[in-house]
């Protein structure tokens, strides 16, 4: 079992490369959020006409960020040995994985698709930031949580579909599973370097323990999810709370 002597959390490890990193993807995601904005406000409300246009420039989108995608990963692997070229390929890649997804993602599933890009997003580019400021204990917790709230988001609006309904009751129950293994790893101390041996697993068990709690009430009844999402929701703003002032 992993222990705790001194009961103090492990701060991560920050340097400027991993801050300028972290800022620039916040600025990355901004201008992606931008981008969905637009394919909401011309696609999936624009007028005839815009949806028509809009649905050929997400094909020509999709395949320039396939074609990103592969420039990407070729060009980190032959800059593998130089830090900074092997970062430009990556951040190649990456977008040109995002566009190429995200334009599969929003023509098959259209207005859904684009709500729930939009949510998680903003999460993942908040993460990205408390992954680079926070220690590894607050990092680890609230990502559990903000996960726990999109799995949430997911189960409120397709749990009453029956179509849907099995595969999110599988994806749920897949979900539950891995937080327990994640509550048992941490237990062994096998997360790290994620998650050091001597950080405080509290956070963590708390956070997989409440997401678990969540995540069996709205499979029991969809009407509790939208309490529970804001019950979570206040427990993810009262965390970030507490470890930014805990750093000050």
Same mark, same amino acid.
């Given at each position: ?6 009961? &103090? ?7 400027? =490369?991993?801050l300028? %990193? ?10 992606? @959020? ?10 999936? =409300?624009?007028? *005839? ?5 809009? =649905? #050929?420039?997400?094909k020509? *989108?999709?395949? #320039?960020?396939? +074609? #990103?995608?592969i420039?990407? #990963? $070729? ?9 900074? &070229?092997?970062?430009? %390929? ?17 023509r098959?599933?259209?207005g859904? %698709?684009?709500?729930?890009? /939009? +949510? +998680?997003?903003?999460? +993942? ?11 590894? @204990?607050?990092?680890? /917790? ?11 988001? $997911? ?5 009453? =579909?029956?179509?849907?309904h099995?595969? *999110?009751?599988?994806?749920? $129950? ?53 309490? $529970? ?20």
């Amino acid at each position: 079992m992993a222990k705790n002597p001194n009961g &103090k959390s492990t701060p991560a490890k920050r340097n400027s =490369d991993s801050l300028n %990193g972290a800022m620039i993807f916040f600025l990355i995601g901004c201008v992606a @959020e931008f981008y969905l904005f637009m394919i909401r406000r011309y696609y999936v =409300d624009g007028t *005839i006409s815009e949806v028509v246009a809009w =649905d #050929a420039y997400l094909k020509n *989108i999709t395949i #320039a960020g396939a +074609v #990103a995608l592969i420039v990407g #990963a $070729v060009l980190a692997y032959l800059w593998r040995k130089q830090k900074t &070229k092997m970062a430009v %390929g990556c951040w190649i890649g990456g977008i040109g994985a995002f566009l190429a997804l995200s334009g599969v993602f929003i023509r098959h599933y259209i207005g859904a %698709g684009v709500t729930l890009l /939009s +949510v +998680v997003l903003p999460v +993942v580019m908040i993460l990205a930031l408390l992954w680079s400021f926070y220690d590894r @204990e607050c990092s680890v /917790s609230l990502t559990i949580l903000s996960l726990s709230l999109i799995v949430l988001w $997911v189960c409120r609006r397709k749990l009453p =579909d029956l179509t849907w309904h099995t595969y *999110i009751m599988a994806g749920a $129950v897949v979900y539950l599973v891995l937080l327990a293994g994640v509550a048992w790893l941490a237990k062994n101390g096998k997360l790290a370097p994620i998650l050091p041996k001597t950080a405080d697993m509290l956070p963590v068990y708390a956070a997989c323990g409440l997401s678990a709690i969540g995540i069996l009430s709205v499979l029991i009844s969809t009407t509790a999810a939208y309490y $529970v999402m804001w019950g979570l929701a206040v427990v993810v703003f009262a965390l970030a709370v507490y470890y930014t002032i805990k750093m000050l």
